[in-house]
Nanobody
Framework: EVHLVESGGGLVQAGGSLKLSCTASGFTFDDYPIGWFRQAPGKEREGVSCISSFDGTTYYADSVKGRFTISRDNAKNTVYLQMNSLKPEDTAVYYC????????????????????WGQGTQVTVSS
């Protein structure tokens, strides 16, 4: 059975930090780029960051560049999202998905149709 389980969300003040984890089981984790997405109430789903399966190439939405860092540990089947300098507009349910992105002609882009995805973890940033 396939599982993607997110953890690490919570309530933090603006300017604070959180580190999210996404742990996978039931599929060949190494084969998949993994993406982080978020959705706030009343808003569309948004791609946040993604990391490739083979060379660790990373990709970020403009809204989080310089503040968030994605990484993966294939030995632990886990992808992390370190979120610093959090803003109230970062408040959302964050979830991970596989594949979260693709690459064409050297350019990465988010994919919004997944093979696997988690249930999400709530991140709330107070002002």
């Amino acid at each position: 059975e396939v599982h993607l389980v997110e953890s690490g969300g919570g309530l933090v003040q603006a300017g604070g930090s959180l580190k999210l984890s996404c742990t996978a089981s039931g599929f060949t984790f190494d084969d998949y780029p993994i993406g982080w997405f978020r959705q706030a109430p009343g808003k569309e789903r948004e791609g946040v960051s993604c990391i490739s399966s083979f060379d660790g190439t990373t990709y970020y939405a403009d809204s989080v560049k310089g503040r968030f860092t994605i990484s993966r540990d294939n030995a632990k089947n886990t992808v992390y999202l370190q979120m610093n300098s959090l803003k109230p507009e970062d408040t959302a349910v964050y979830y991970c998905a596989a594949p979260g992105c693709a690459q064409a002609m050297g350019v990465m882009y988010f994919k919004f149709e997944y093979d696997y995805w988690g249930q999400g973890t709530q991140v709330t940033v107070s002002s």
